[in-house]
């Protein structure tokens, strides 16, 4: 550690002498720097290189054997793509789009072909490759399109033998396909969910990486057959072998690492770590490797860092860390064409705001180019789920100066530290302590009941929009006061947070952002998918192994640091706990799941209330608790169903009844509540469309504060944590900022009294307009079965009128605004 650490501090000084010396890299320097962009979440990009425009959610990048073509792969929620690439002039020759993709890709030797995984279509398309157009020419069946559970990832081409091998993640298979006949020859089962496949240069044997699985299975190709496993770490993804084929490189996102292989041997004789710090908690997401042309160098993708990590790996078994690139936001993937990276960025170059919610900016389109402008303006205006479009970053291998360059912007764009992660930004005397110290050696906090409460899905302009007090868009406000009115009570007398962001981009990873400080790469590829109606499941929320954090959720670590947790709802089906910490002693049974749409939040708080009232009793009231109350998503317009209006102002009752309870009990001294969203999908908001409603309530929050202090989920997590004496589960919530300008160490016992509803809470859609037949058709019995941007729209119309025209856009640049003594 010590030795990474002095290693850092002489490549930011050389940097600045090679500045001064060099005035080319002072050039380079301003002009990254001219690029710099802050994200939501609190981490910049200042992307080096060039770049190109991809589509949304680029995964794979193939490269022709003669290095002239590439293919880009687009796997997002939105249009899927395959788009040709001019390799040597760095243009895009053509997109095309496609049904369903995922990952896939791979040109025959001769390059005549392309092929590309259909995705949940259970097929593997075949494109012609005939000048500068793909042309589709085939499709192979693996099985029947969406009713079978197939879902081809990673392919692999056997020239010589005309074969193809492809690796699924849904019936977790291995297919060998005859190319000329199209037969499936051989089907070999796995076990875990498979990524990618590699054949050794012999062809003898097929490399291939199982995501859910930790290791690395190894075919026989002539016996057809497993002949050995190689253990590696969690979610191994991508695969590469040098030429020779004695050594594989196995990415291992879960844990910021790869992991060398012996393929004689068949073990691993080193592990990278990757990440930014030596033994950084999980957080990098390491998915994407190349080699440079003479095979000393190993460019590794860290999505989550926004960054490449370069090794020089010239003597296996002795590699060392040279240094970082800065590219783009989550890149998936990096190829070398001679003496040139090209990076997918999966998210592009920034963060954007929505204020136009799901409405398309125009129906009146005047030319071929405004169309053109039109359609652009609507993937990025509209729903979060497709506001990013991916990029490609192209740049020339860095000489040791430019690379001590670009390591110094990488470090500076991460709020991260590693010596961060026990201590942290605070305040003395404040409540919420500026280091973690566990609850046996006595915490710092006056505070020891923390409650959290999850709901679902709005942005802050939707409810807080008409605060006067705070940065909102009246125009944007479909649930204002009127309907929350507990919401903006609590937010007028404790304090009112307009700078927060979530995290997330939609359910399907928000719920492990908001319990997990992240969401792995498995959770993050594969939502897309679902949420473009293109079948496959999203299983976060604890429902399956290989989308789970390495190190678990917040329950978890209360569980080895012994402290006491419970939880109502959340990470529970059926009233059955989702991961093995949340077993039947840490939840409550009778509380009713989001999944009982009949039920009330006003309905799931009296069922706390009696749960939570027995602990009272005994004295055994948790440390954490978390709870779901969900129904402010609502349940659309049709008819014989809740109004949103009527679910909101549940939703808002039932958070003022909660408050009001645990205020008069006698634990309210010792409380904090936190709420949060667990994502802003469902509307607009004029500054970004992650910016959502967030609230802190406790005897020791500022009263009548309005704190413009950026914030995130993995911000109040951390808050959590230091209160209950944990340490950061993920780099996200180690680098986040804390909550503390939100409290103060004068207490203030006052209780809170609930405020009634407005509305009628039984409620029920009564107008059979278009919007409510549009609704009758989604299921709401889970979050990820309805169509959310095609939600947004019903709710919008419905509730501003069927034909009402949206309002002018209020738009406000992102900005970063923190108190003066923040020091970044």
Same mark, same amino acid.
């Given at each position: 550690?010590?030795?990474?650490?002095?290693?850092?501090?002489?490549?930011?000084?050389?940097?600045?002498?090679?500045?001064?010396?060099?005035?080319?890299?002072?050039?380079?320097?301003?002009?990254?720097?001219?690029?710099?962009?802050?994200?939501?979440?609190?981490?910049?990009?200042?992307?080096?290189?060039?770049?190109?425009?991809?589509?949304?959610?680029?995964?794979?990048?193939?490269?022709?054997?003669?290095?002239?073509?590439?293919?880009? $792969?687009? /796997?997002?929620?939105? *249009?899927?793509? #395959?788009?040709?690439?001019?390799?040597? !002039? @760095?243009?895009? %020759?053509?997109?095309?789009?496609?049904?369903?993709?995922?990952?896939?890709?791979?040109?025959?030797?001769?390059?005549?072909?392309?092929?590309?995984?259909?995705?949940?279509?259970?097929?593997?398309?075949?494109?012609?490759?005939?000048?500068?157009?793909?042309?589709?020419?085939?499709?192979?069946?693996?099985?029947?399109?969406?009713?079978?559970?197939?879902?081809?990832?990673?392919?692999?081409?056997?020239?010589?033998?005309?074969?193809?091998?492809?690796?699924?993640?849904?019936?977790?298979?291995?297919?060998?396909?005859?190319?000329?006949?199209?037969?499936?020859?051989?089907?070999?089962?796995?076990?875990?969910?498979?990524?990618?496949?590699?054949?050794?240069?012999?062809?003898?044997?097929?490399?291939?990486?199982?995501?859910?699985?930790?290791?690395?299975?190894?075919?026989? $190709?002539? /016996?057809?057959?497993? *002949?050995?496993? #190689?253990?590696?770490?969690?979610?191994? !993804? @991508?695969?590469? %072998?040098?030429?020779?084929?004695?050594?594989?490189?196995?990415?291992?996102?879960?844990?910021?690492?790869?992991?060398?292989?012996?393929?004689?041997?068949?073990?691993?004789?080193?592990?990278?770590?990757?990440?930014?710090?030596?033994?950084?908690?999980?957080?990098?997401?390491?998915?994407?490797?190349?080699?440079?042309?003479?095979?000393?160098?190993?460019?590794?993708?860290?999505?989550?860092?926004?960054?490449?990590?370069?090794?020089?790996?010239?003597?296996?078994?002795?590699?060392?860390?040279?240094?970082?690139?800065?590219?783009?936001?989550?890149?998936?993937?990096?190829?070398?064409?001679?003496?040139?990276?090209?990076?997918?960025?999966?998210?592009?170059?920034?963060?954007?705001?929505?204020?136009?919610?799901?409405?398309?900016?125009?129906?009146?389109?005047?030319?071929?180019?405004?169309?053109?402008?039109?359609?652009?303006?609507?993937?990025?205006?509209?729903?979060?789920?497709?506001?990013?479009?991916?990029?490609?970053?192209?740049?020339?291998?860095?000489?040791?100066?430019?690379?001590?360059?670009?390591?110094?912007?990488?470090?500076?764009?991460?709020?991260?530290?590693?010596?961060?992660?026990?201590?942290?930004?605070?305040?003395?005397?404040?409540?919420?302590?500026?280091?973690?110290?566990?609850?046996?050696?006595?915490?710092?906090?006056?505070?020891?009941?923390?409650?959290?409460?999850?709901?679902?899905?709005?942005?802050?302009?939707?409810?807080?929009?008409?605060?006067?007090?705070?940065?909102?868009?009246?125009?944007?406000?479909?649930?204002?006061?009127?309907?929350?009115?507990?919401?903006?009570?609590?937010?007028?007398?404790?304090?009112?947070?307009?700078?927060?962001?979530?995290?997330?981009?939609?359910?399907?990873?928000?719920?492990?952002?908001?319990?997990?400080?992240?969401?792995?790469?498995?959770?993050?590829?594969?939502?897309?998918?679902?949420?473009?109606?293109?079948?496959?499941?999203?299983?976060?929320?604890?429902?399956?192994?290989?989308?789970?954090?390495?190190?678990?959720?917040?329950?978890?670590?209360?569980?080895?640091?012994?402290?006491?947790?419970?939880?109502?709802?959340?990470?529970?089906?059926?009233?059955?706990?989702?991961?093995?910490?949340?077993?039947?002693?840490?939840?409550?049974?009778?509380?009713?799941?989001?999944?009982?749409?009949?039920?009330?939040?006003?309905?799931?708080?009296?069922?706390?209330?009696?749960?939570?009232?027995?602990?009272?009793?005994?004295?055994?009231?948790?440390?954490?608790?978390?709870?779901?109350?969900?129904?402010?998503?609502?349940?659309?317009?049709?008819?014989?169903?809740?109004?949103?209006?009527?679910?909101?102002?549940?939703?808002?009752?039932?958070?003022?009844?909660?408050?009001?309870?645990?205020?008069?009990?006698?634990?309210?001294?010792?409380?904090?509540?936190?709420?949060?969203?667990?994502?802003?999908?469902?509307?607009?908001?004029?500054?970004?469309?992650?910016?959502?409603?967030?609230?802190?309530?406790?005897?020791?929050?500022?009263?009548?504060?309005?704190?413009?202090?950026?914030?995130?989920?993995?911000?109040?997590?951390?808050?959590?944590?230091?209160?209950?004496?944990?340490?950061?589960?993920?780099?996200?919530?180690?680098?986040?900022?804390?909550?503390?300008?939100?409290?103060?160490?004068?207490?203030?016992?006052?209780?809170?009294?609930?405020?009634?509803?407005?509305?009628?809470?039984?409620?029920?859609?009564?107008?059979?307009?278009?919007?409510?037949?549009?609704?009758?058709?989604?299921?709401?019995?889970?979050?990820?079965?309805?169509?959310?941007?095609?939600?947004?729209?019903?709710?919008?119309?419905?509730?501003?009128?069927?034909?009402?025209?949206?309002?002018?856009?209020?738009?406000?640049?992102?900005?970063?605004?923190?108190?003066?003594?923040?020091?970044?």
């Amino acid at each position: 550690m010590k030795r990474f650490l002095k290693f850092c501090l002489c490549l930011l000084w050389a940097t600045g002498v090679w500045a001064q010396k060099n005035p080319d890299l002072k050039k380079l320097d301003a002009e990254l720097e001219s690029r710099r962009v802050m994200l939501p979440n609190g981490w910049s990009l200042t992307p080096a290189g060039r770049s190109l425009e991809l589509g949304d959610l680029p995964l794979n990048i193939a490269v022709s054997a003669s290095s002239k073509r590439l293919a880009v $792969t687009n /796997n997002g929620q939105g *249009t899927q793509t #395959i788009q040709l690439i001019d390799a040597q !002039n @760095e243009k895009v %020759l053509q997109s095309i789009e496609i049904p369903k993709s995922f990952y896939g890709l791979k040109f025959s030797r001769d390059e005549q072909f392309l092929y590309a995984s259909g995705g949940n279509d259970n097929w593997i398309m075949k494109y012609a490759l005939t000048g500068n157009k793909l042309v589709l020419n085939d499709s192979i069946k693996l099985g029947k399109k969406m009713t079978e559970k197939i879902s081809p990832v990673g392919i692999e081409i056997d020239d010589t033998r005309n074969l193809l091998y492809v690796v699924t993640k849904e019936n977790n298979s291995l297919y060998i396909l005859d190319l000329k006949s199209k037969a499936i020859v051989h089907q070999e089962k796995l076990g875990h969910e498979g990524y990618t496949c590699v054949l050794s240069p012999s062809h003898k044997e097929l490399f291939i990486s199982l995501w859910g699985g930790k290791k690395i299975a190894v075919f026989n $190709t002539e /016996n057809r057959r497993v *002949t050995h496993s #190689i253990s590696v770490t969690y979610n191994p !993804n @991508e695969i590469i %072998l040098n030429k020779k084929g004695n050594i594989l490189y196995v990415a291992n996102a879960g844990d910021n690492s790869v992991s060398v292989v012996d393929t004689k041997a068949k073990k691993v004789i080193e592990t990278l770590d990757a990440a930014l710090y030596p033994n950084s908690p999980a957080g990098s997401v390491t998915n994407g490797l190349a080699l440079s042309k003479d095979e000393k160098t190993l460019y590794i993708a860290n999505a989550d860092n926004n960054s490449l990590a370069v090794f020089d790996v010239g003597t296996p078994g002795k590699s060392t860390s040279k240094g970082f690139i800065p590219v783009g936001w989550y890149p998936t993937n990096v190829r070398v064409v001679g003496s040139r990276i090209f990076v997918a960025n999966g998210k592009g170059f920034t963060s954007f705001a929505n204020p136009l919610g799901p409405q398309p900016v125009s129906n009146n389109v005047r030319s071929e180019s405004h169309l053109g402008e039109v359609k652009q303006a609507n993937n990025r205006l509209q729903y979060i789920g497709s506001l990013m479009q991916g990029t490609m970053s192209i740049l020339d291998e860095p000489n040791a100066a430019t690379l001590a360059l670009y390591s110094k912007k990488v470090y500076a764009n991460t709020p991260y530290r590693k010596d961060r992660e026990l201590v942290t930004e605070g305040e003395v005397g404040n409540p919420i302590p500026m280091k973690v110290e566990t609850r046996s050696n006595g915490s710092a906090s006056p505070i020891r009941h923390v409650f959290y409460i999850l709901k679902e899905n709005r942005t802050y302009d939707q409810v807080f929009g008409d605060m006067k007090e705070g940065n909102g868009d009246s125009t944007l406000c479909l649930f204002g006061e009127k309907y929350t009115p507990n919401q903006h009570r609590l937010a007028r007398e404790f304090v009112l947070l307009d700078n927060f962001y979530v995290d997330a981009e939609v359910s399907a990873d928000g719920h492990n952002w908001s319990m997990g400080a992240h969401a792995n790469d498995y959770l993050e590829k594969t939502w897309p998918t679902g949420y473009g109606r293109r079948g496959g499941a999203t299983e976060g929320m604890g429902r399956r192994e290989v989308a789970n954090n390495k190190d678990g959720y917040i329950w978890d670590f209360c569980k080895r640091q012994g402290v006491s947790y419970r939880s109502y709802g959340v990470f529970v089906d059926t009233n059955k706990g989702n991961i093995p910490a949340l077993d039947k002693d840490h939840v409550c049974s009778y509380f009713a799941t989001y999944y009982q749409q009949q039920v009330k939040d006003t309905t799931r708080v009296n069922q706390w209330k009696r749960d939570f009232d027995s602990l009272v009793v005994v004295g055994t009231v948790p440390a954490f608790s978390s709870i779901r109350l969900g129904a402010d998503h609502t349940q659309g317009l049709a008819v014989n169903r809740p109004t949103p209006y009527a679910c909101v102002a549940d939703n808002d009752l039932a958070v003022g009844m909660l408050v009001e309870h645990i205020a008069k009990s006698p634990i309210w001294k010792q409380s904090a509540i936190f709420i949060v969203e667990d994502d802003a999908q469902n509307g607009p908001d004029h500054v970004d469309a992650h910016r959502s409603t967030a609230l802190v309530i406790s005897p020791y929050t500022k009263r009548k504060f309005v704190d413009h202090t950026m914030y995130s989920t993995s911000g109040m997590l951390r808050t959590m944590e230091l209160i209950l004496g944990l340490p950061p589960m993920t780099q996200y919530d180690a680098a986040a900022m804390p909550m503390f300008r939100s409290f103060t160490a004068q207490p203030n016992f006052a209780m809170y009294q609930a405020v009634p509803a407005n509305v009628d809470l039984s409620a029920v859609n009564t107008a059979a307009t278009n919007s409510a037949k549009r609704s009758a058709l989604l299921d709401f019995t889970d979050v990820d079965r309805i169509d959310d941007k095609l939600f947004n729209e019903i709710l919008w119309k419905g509730l501003r009128g069927e034909d009402v025209k949206v309002p002018a856009p209020r738009r406000s640049a992102f900005v970063r605004v923190v108190a003066k003594d923040d020091d970044d």
